[in-house]
């Protein structure tokens, strides 16, 4: 990957943002380029080429891999600072896909009322056919009966007699209980800096978006389910392939919240409102 692009500077001499996907079809073919954001067309053509040189000797055919990546370059050094390389159309979340089972008839039995809100989130698989499946407990908060209840209940699933059921392949599900009269959390609404500020570590993040390139200002779905696994974040109204790399990136940051908190909002979902800005930590 180069570190500099000779190309005509602008009037202005302001950075430039390009935003490209690559399509990696085969280990040692060259990636289809397609630009998301040209920030300046000479400098794209440019790094278009050298973009075309890259490979991806780990992909097995016929497998397919796509990628989203931001370059920044300088126009009056030519300096060219790439961004990290982020996975495109692949999901974001955990396992989740339908699964064809079979439930036990009446639904969950609870052996007692939880006192507190309890959720549980499970991942399972059926590794045979008339067997019971595997099932693993990701994450609960609240009563530990509770999330023994909704294991006994998912133990006792059974795949789809027609052959339908996907051997071996994981799949989620949650369960969740509360108690009379207790109140779901309202969803919280942050404006990007405020939501920033509350990140772990926020002192040590380094990032550069240009949220402007990105229809902005928008709004992000981000469900929370930290601590067990990375947040998952989705646009609230029409999608925008220029959000995907600052999405991706979104998801990697874990709030710091009180544990109570934390509890409360697992698998609940925040709102973050993005305004129109070049958001740059360093």
Known sequence: MPTALNAAAPADGEPRLLRARLVFTAADAPPTVTWLWKGDDAAADLLASALRESRMPCLESPARQAVVQEFWWAPGTGTLEAGEAWPWGTKRQAPGEPLCHVKPAGGLPVSQQPPAPSKVLFKFRFLQAGEPPEVEIEHR???????????????????????????????????????????????????????????????????????????CPFQVDLQMYQPARNNQASESGARDANRHAFLSWLERLTLDLPPAEEAALFYETVKVNVPCQVLELK
């Open 141 to 215: 908060t609240g009563a530990a009966i509770f999330a023994m209840d909704a294991r006994r209940y998912v133990r006792r699933y059974q795949a789809c007699p027609d052959g339908r059921t996907k051997l071996g392949t994981w799949h989620e599900q949650i369960f969740e209980a509360a108690p009379p009269g207790a109140v779901r959390p309202q969803p919280k609404v942050f404006e990007l800096d405020e939501f920033l500020g509350r990140v772990k570590g926020a002192h040590t993040l380094r990032i550069r978006f240009d949220t402007r390139t990105m229809n």
